[in-house]
C-alpha cells in the first residue's frame, strides 16, 4: 500500500492521502514532544519526557491508558517502539530522507521528498496504524 504525506514548513501537521482523499492527520505541538494522530481509525496521543534520551508513551486518544512507548537513542538515530506486546525498530538510512519501522513480521518505508514543504511516500504490505503513525512521530 502507498500512502503519500505531507507538511506545512514547521512539521507541526502531518497528512496522509491516499490519492487525493485525506485519510490521516498526526498534529505536533510547537516543540515536537507532544502529538496527536489518527489514521484508519486509530485514535493516538504521544507525551515525550526527557532531553538526552528521550521516552514517549504511546496513550489512547484521552490520554488515560498506556498502549506502549517509544525510547530514542541520545542523536535520535535509532529507536525502540513498543506497542502491544511487539517491538519495532526505527531506524533512518545513513543521513539520508529515508527511514523505516520494522520487526520480523512488518516493515514500514518512508522517503521524505521536499525541503520547505515536505512532503513523501510511505510504503508496507502490512502493519497496524498505530505504528505508521510513530514512525512520523518519530521523524
Known amino acids: 500500500m502507498t500512502v503519500h504525506w ?13 490519492e487525493k482523499t485525506i485519510v490521516g492527520i498526526l498534529k505536533k505541538n510547537f516543540w ?5 494522530g489518527e ?3 486509530h485514535l493516538l496521543r504521544f507525551q515525550t519526557r526527557g532531553l538526552w534520551n528521550p521516552v514517549t508513551r504511546i496513550l489512547d486518544i484521552e490520554g488515560t491508558r ?14 525502540r517502539i513498543t506497542y502491544e506486546d511487539q517491538t519495532f525498530e526505527w531506524k533512518r538510512a545513513s543521513w539520508s530522507s529515508r527511514w523505516s519501522v520494522s520487526n520480523e513480521e512488518e516493515q514500514v518505508n ?18 497496524s496504524p498505530a505504528i505508521i ?3 512520523l512521530f518519530i521523524s
Not at 505531507?6 to 491516499?18: A, M, P
Not at 515536537?32 to 496527536?36: K, L
Not at 518512508?110 to 502493519?127: D, M, S, T
Request: glycine share 12%; aromatic share 18%; proline share 0%.
Open 66 to 79: 498506556e498502549l506502549g512507548k517509544i525510547e530514542c537513542n541520545t542523536w535520535r538515530t535509532t529507536a
Open 110 to 127: 518512508y522517503q521524505q521528498q521536499g525541503f520547505l514543504e515536505k512532503q513523501g511516500v510511505i510504503e508496507y504490505e502490512w502493519a
Open 32 to 36: 515536537g514532544t507532544n502529538a496527536y
Open 6 to 18: 505531507k507538511t506545512n514548513g514547521w512539521q507541526s501537521e502531518y497528512r496522509l492521502f491516499r
Open 133 to 135: 503513525l510513530c514512525g
Open 39 to 41: 489514521y484508519h481509525g
